[in-house]
Every structure is written in C-alpha cells, then in structure tokens.
C-alpha cells in the first residue's frame, strides 16, 4: 500500500494561488498525510470542508496558535498519540514572545496503518543565520523521536537552512539511525517569493536584491525515515512545481 505525503512551508496563506492548490488535492483525495509548517488559521479553515481530513491544532501557555501543523485522512490512518513542542532559541525568544503566533517546533503523532506503527512529525527549525540554533533544534527533535521509537519514523518540513555545510552537519547528527531522501533534491526555497515586511536583516536584504529582479535559492526543505525503513520500503520524493509559497512542496510516496 501506498502512503502518500506532502510537505509544505504554507507561508500563512501569502500567495494567492495556495487554496487553489490545497482545494484540488483535497477533492481527489491526491494526499494521506499533510506536514504543515506557518499553517495560519486561513491555511487551517481551507480543510474544514473536508471531513475526513482533520488537523488537530495546538496552542502554547499564552494561547497563541502553533503554526506546526499535521493534516491526516481519517479514514485510511487512525491517530494513536499526538505531540507538541516548541523550539524556542535565544534569538526568537522576544520574537515568538511578542507575535500572535508560535512559529517554531516539532508536531509529532503515532499513526496506525496497513497494520504497522508510524511516528511522523512535521517540524519547523529556526531561520536567520545562525546554524547553531537550528543544530540545537534539530538535536531535540530526534530526542523527542527517540521516545516514541516505532516501526516507521518519518519527519521533516522546513530546516530553514542556509548554508551548504548545514545540510553535512545535520546529517552527522541523524547519523546511521535516520536517512534523509530529499538530500538529493533541488532548491526548494526561493527568496524572491518571501514576505517583505518582517523586520529580520536578511528580509531587509532580500527586499534590496529583489528590487533589481535578484533572489537567492535554498535547499531548506527535507524529508528524513529511519535507516532500517529506508532499506526496506521503496521510498519516492520530487519537488512540486507549483509556486503557492516562497518553499516549494516536497510529494514523497511510501510504498508499505
């Protein structure tokens, strides 16, 4: 049986064409699983439509949304266990403290299906500059997978990183227990698409290129399963060409 999967930066709704997007693959019932990350409300109401198709949203102490989210069809997969936790790091403390929203953390969630045991989480890492506080992060979320250790561990969504040497380092640290199958993919973030008016240096700087028709592309997107499911199922992943966000949609199959 085939699982299928998308996972999507959704950028809260910014583009225009992203509910078209969403709409047509709900109707067809094209997806089983939704990793979700800056999944606003206006990205949340667009699967209330669609019964079978039921995210569970989280809110943190000061009741503000998480924008980390999974949408799964409740017919095909039966949801065992739900987790949440943010990634909260020095420099976004402030940031996250004042926003009507938390941005940044791992969505974890025990499936059954086609008899098996899954643990899949969508995550969202830290952006900016600095690696170190997305190694930081990404060091938690494979604690917090350890945990909850099932047949099947999925994870991924948006690492947010920046610079060639980070896609080495965080591979170091999944080490032989986790294989990511999207290393190989193109860029799947396009900063020509990204929001102008939040108050980061590297928006500002963006803002400045794209004034002159310039952006700069990065492969911030992966998708990662534990080694001993990737040597035993056959696993597919491709970028969408659909441009309904500054990330690119990432379709991985599961065949199980």
Not at 218 to 228: L, V
């Amino acid at each position: 049986m085939k699982l299928k999967i998308l996972s999507l930066n959704c950028q809260k709704n910014h583009q225009s064409g992203l509910w078209n997007f969403l709409t047509s693959l709900l109707i067809h019932e094209t997806y089983d699983i939704f990793l979700l990350q800056e999944a606003s409300w206006e990205v949340l109401n667009i699967f209330s439509s669609f019964g079978k198709y039921i995210p569970i949203t989280y809110f943190d102490a000061k009741w503000k949304l998480c924008l980390t989210n999974i949408v799964y069809n409740s017919k095909k997969l039966q949801l065992k266990e739900k987790y949440y936790e943010p990634i909260l790091v020095d420099i976004f403390s402030l940031h996250e403290e004042l926003s009507w929203v938390q941005s940044y953390g791992i969505n974890m969630w025990i499936f059954e299906y086609n008899k098996k045991q899954l643990n899949i989480s969508s995550v969202h890492l830290p952006s900016g500059f600095r690696s170190r506080y997305r190694y930081s992060g990404f060091l938690k979320i494979l604690q917090k997978i350890k945990k909850h250790t099932k047949q099947i561990c999925f994870f991924g969504g948006d690492m947010n990183i920046v610079y060639r040497w980070e896609s080495k380092k965080i591979l170091s640290f999944s080490g032989d227990n986790y294989s990511c199958t999207t290393q190989w993919l193109g860029y799947t973030l396009d900063s020509y698409y990204t929001e102008n008016h939040l108050d980061f240096l590297w928006v500002k700087m963006n803002n400045f290129f794209r004034r002159f028709g310039l952006s700069k592309k990065f492969k911030t997107d992966h998708i990662f399963i534990d080694t001993s499911s990737h040597n035993r199922y056959h696993i597919s992943t491709r970028i969408l060409p659909d441009r309904v966000s500054d990330h690119s949609p990432i379709e991985v199959i599961l065949d199980i």
